[in-house]
C-alpha cells in the first residue's frame, strides 16, 4: 500500500525552527524527486522546496530560501524540511509530494504565534 505521511508540525514562536518528516512507503523512494508545497486556505498548493533523487540537486522558492533547507534519508524512506526563522507567513499546512506521482499525504500544520 502506498502511504505518504508529514508530520512534525506544530505551534512555534516567531524566530523559531522546526523539522518536518515525510515517510513514504509503498513505492521506490529513492527513484522520485520530493517536493514540499504549502497548502493555504482556499488557495492552490505553491511549491516552496524540492530535493532531487540526488541529494544535492535542491531548489527553494525565494520566500524560504536561506531559511528552509530540504533533505532526504533514503535509507528511511523519509525526507526533510528544516525550518528556521520561521515568521507568521510561514503558517499554513505543508504537504510533500514525490515528483512525476499522484501521491499525497494530510499534510502536517505549522503555526507560528506569539
Known amino acids: 500500500q502506498v502511504k505518504i505521511v508529514e508530520s512534525g508540525g506544530g505551534l512555534v514562536q516567531p524566530g523559531g525552527s522546526l523539522t518536518l518528516s515525510c515517510t513514504a512507503s509503498g513505492y521506490p523512494f529513492s527513484d522520485f524527486a520530493m517536493a514540499w508545497y504549502r497548502q493555504d486556505p482556499g488557495k492552490e498548493r505553491v511549491e516552496i522546496a524540492t530535493i532531487g533523487t540526488i541529494r544535492d540537486l535542491q531548489t527553494y522558492d525565494e520566500s524560504v530560501k536561506g531559511r528552509f533547507t530540504a533533505s532526504r534519508d533514503n535509507a528511511k524512506n523519509t525526507a526533510y524540511l528544516q525550518m528556521n526563522n520561521l515568521q507568521a507567513e510561514n503558517t499554513t499546512v505543508y504537504l510533500c509530494?514525490?515528483?512525476?506521482?499522484?501521491?499525497w499525504g494530510q499534510g502536517t500544520q505549522v503555526t507560528v504565534s506569539a
Open positions: 509530494h514525490p515528483r512525476r506521482t499522484n501521491l
